[in-house]
């Protein structure tokens, strides 16, 4: 990140049926994925604690490709993703949400499998503390990681979007396959 020059956070609304949420990007790629129907504070104070000092600016152009592949997704159009990122976090934060990435379509993991993948086995409750830091819902699909016993476990976006998002990609998976 540049320190002289704070980089612009461009954001909008992105609205899929009775959803919206917050969405936002720089110049280099999305950063912030809101949890459904949150207010825009969501999107300030993610913002004021990862990019201190940078503006934001409202501009619902600049992400369209951005809700162009994201509502692809939600409507079970989309398996994955092309559209660019700028990841903000750790080392450690990064690796999990790589691993989060590799999760295929429409399959779980459980929290102490991240943490096998990326060969920090005890690891386990910080992997959790990674997933739950997950700046970009949706995209990096912390959606499918679940407990050990299969439970659903926290989600930013709540359950009720987690279990949402994970019966979506049930449904597209039987429909495409």
């Known amino acids: 990140m540049e320190k002289l020059n704070k980089p612009t956070l461009y954001w909008s609304l992105l609205k899929f049926k009775d959803w919206s949420f917050y969405i936002a990007s720089t110049s280099k790629g999305l950063v912030f994925i809101g949890s459904q129907n949150k207010p825009f504070e969501e999107l300030v104070e993610w913002a004021t604690k990862h990019f201190p000092g940078s503006p934001l600016v409202e501009n619902t152009e600049k992400l369209e490709p951005f809700v162009v592949e994201i509502t692809q997704y ?39 499998d991240i943490a096998h993948d990326i060969n920090k086995p005890a690891a386990v409750r910080a992997v959790g503390a990674a997933i739950g830091a997950n700046p970009v819902l949706i995209t990096v699909p912390c959606h499918r990681v679940i407990g050990k016993n ?26 495409i396959e």
């Open 74 to 112: 939600l409507d079970g159009r989309r398996k994955s993703f092309t559209i660019p990122f700028e990841y903000v976090g750790t080392p450690f934060q990064q690796a999990v949400w790589q691993a989060l990435c590799d999760i295929p379509y429409g399959q779980t993991k459980s929290y102490s």
């Open 150 to 175: 299969g439970s659903l476990t926290g989600y930013r976006g709540g359950l009720e979007m987690k279990t949402w998002l994970l019966n979506l990609e049930k449904r597209a998976s039987l429909n």
